[in-house]
């Protein structure tokens, strides 16, 4: 027992005299702050699981966008393309600019 507390009487002279935490006061302030990230990894993918698997599709059931939807349907447009050279109907359309470029 001794033994135990000179022990601990030196760290904790070390620690004062070199201005460091104790060791094992770091460990679990390291280990509290990996367990808070990984805490918030796992709550932004929840999030982005609710609104991509259940609030999308939610939104998309309501009348005013699903009426928007099939109208940019009706003209060729694609909303999730990337770009707007990715839609079929403008082919035509860059054919035409290419050729008046010239």
Request: charged share 30%; no cysteine; net charge positive.
């Amino acid at each position: 027992m001794q033994r135990h507390a000179a022990g601990h009487g030196v760290r904790q002279a070390n620690a004062e005299r070199f201005g460091v935490a104790d060791i094992e006061e770091k460990g679990r302030a390291a280990t509290g702050r990996v367990g808070k990230r990984w805490l918030s990894l796992m709550a932004a993918g929840a999030a982005v699981a609710v609104v991509w698997g259940w609030l999308l599709p939610v939104v998309m059931q309501r009348p005013q966008v699903r009426r928007r939807w099939e109208n940019l349907q009706r003209q060729g447009i694609d909303p999730s393309a990337l770009y707007y050279t990715d839609l079929e109907m403008m082919e035509g359309l860059l054919r035409e600019l290419e050729r008046r470029r010239r």
